[in-house]
């Protein structure tokens, strides 16, 4: 069986699938790069509850390895997991709303066991109004933010989040929305944040985005967080979706796509679906893969997953076409502003390449809105 196959059987083990485990043990030559990319793909912990339950054949060197990197894992979740508790105390006695997105959230509510969801930082969605005081907060408490606000206001107008290494180097990333970009931009926050589920974790419940959002998110980590498709959500997506573990009926798809046509990401969905059923031959429900292949992305949806996918995804690309996302002329230049010319950019040589850049950038977003018009 090729690495690449396998690595998609690990992660695939426990839901509905057409990959089954290998029968026996894993070549000792092949051995390190399934456990390397495993742990890349943070799927070690589908492997390990593979191996733990019988299915997938290991030998002993290759059982007690296992077992040391997962526990390795989960000593490192149980940190991550007492630092949300205590973020999570401090926000509560500041008035700061949040849900928690993503590893507790999915480990403790969509898995049969937490300890099969690997996880290595904490990420919170907070709502646009408390960002900057969630932010300053951390930022006291000795925080380290990775990046520079570009103009003051970009945090909670427009930026996907930001990343935050806390004195004992556990990172939390506070996040306004779910995606960088127009597909971020997009997104109905309200509807995001309303119907939260809420998670156990060390005694203490958290708030959570609800199940029709966690599936969406999944979809927006899956298809807009990199290049290709990495498998822990789409994993998660699938988990999410099936009846079991926490959840006594499969996901409602009613819920779902009403909730991503009203942040036009009905496209993000679809693809996500695809790429489930492809990489981890998920043997999704019925009416979820039909809809998936029916679905035709229209010229917009193409012209914004372009900046995402592939070869093509770029960071400017994301920014240019996220203008059609940002509603109203003053918040568009405000946002355009922010990104070509921050105020932290040099004078010289550098701000007039900024410049020439942020006018490249007009001159793009122009023609892109001329022939939108045009098809029309």
Known sequence: MEL????????????????????????PEAWPGLVARAT?????????????DGAWAVDEHQARELRDRHRAWMGAAL???????????????????????????????????????CFGDIDLLIPPAHLEAARDLLVAQGGRRHYREPRPGFDRRFTKGLSITMPDDL??????????????????LDRIHD????????GMAVPALGRPQR?????????????EPRLVPLRDLAQIAEAGAG??????????????????GEAVVAAAIRAATDRLGWRAPHELVAWAHARVDDRREQRWLAGYRGAGRAYATQAVTALEAVPGWRDKAAYLLAVTLPEEASHGDARRARWHRGLTALRRTARSATRAQSVQ
Do not use: M, Q
């Open 171 to 188: 990172e939390v990333d506070v996040h306004r929305t779910l995606a960088a970009g127009p597909f971020g931009l997009a997104l109905d």
């Open 79 to 117: 940190r991550l997991e007492r630092r949300l508790l205590t973020t999570a105390d401090d926000f509560a006695a500041a008035g700061i709303r949040f849900l928690v997105l993503k590893g507790p959230a999915a480990a403790h509510l969509d898995y049969a066991d937490p300890a099969d969801r």
């Open 40 to 52: 890349g793909e943070r799927v070690i912990g589908t492997l390990a509850a593979a191996v733990r």
């Open 247 to 264: 959840h006594r009926e499969p996901l409602a798809l009613d819920a779902v796509l009403d909730l991503a046509r009203a942040s036009r």
């Open 4 to 27: 690449d196959t396998l690595v998609r059987t690990a992660a695939a083990w426990g839901i509905a699938t057409d990959l089954d485990p290998p029968a026996t043990p894993v070549a």
């Open 195 to 202: 119907a939260p589920d809420r998670v156990l974790i060390g």
């Open 215 to 227: 599936f969406l998110h999944a979809c927006y980590h899956a298809v807009l967080g990199s290049a």
